[in-house]
């Protein structure tokens, strides 16, 4: 979602949203990937869906790219991370 879809479904201006992150120590930019992060290892925890839709499904139009960002949050790859939590315990 680009910033100015955002400012339109929340109802605020581009400029306005930017000064109310900057007020909070954040960007824009900080959000989105932090959104990126808890949804697709929702989506990996809860659903079945295959991981590329779920790559696409936070904004990834390209699943190496999905693969290598998700790498960097959780320190190893979706599969993996989807392996590891379904053996836990219920």
Same mark, same amino acid.
């Given at each position: 979602?680009?910033?100015?879809?955002?400012? +339109?479904?929340?109802?605020?201006?581009k400029?306005?949203?930017?000064?109310?992150?900057? #007020?909070?120590? +954040?960007?824009?930019?900080?959000?989105?990937?932090?959104?990126?992060?808890? /949804?697709?290892?929702?989506?990996?925890? #809860?659903? /079945?869906?295959? %991981? #590329? #839709? %779920?790559?696409?499904?936070?904004?990834?139009?390209?699943?190496?790219?999905?693969?290598?960002?998700?790498?960097?949050? /959780?320190?190893l790859? *979706?599969?993996?991370y989807?392996?590891?939590?379904?053996?836990? *315990? /219920?």
């Amino acid at each position: 979602m680009s910033i100015e879809r955002f400012c +339109h479904v929340v109802g605020l201006s581009k400029r306005t949203l930017q000064r109310r992150l900057k #007020e909070n120590g +954040h960007s824009f930019k900080q959000l989105k990937e932090i959104f990126r992060q808890e /949804a697709s290892s929702r989506l990996l925890r #809860e659903t /079945a869906l295959p %991981i #590329e #839709e %779920i790559g696409w499904k936070v904004g990834y139009n390209d699943l190496s790219n999905f693969n290598r960002a998700f790498k960097g949050w /959780a320190g190893l790859s *979706p599969a993996v991370y989807r392996d590891n939590w379904r053996r836990l *315990p /219920a």
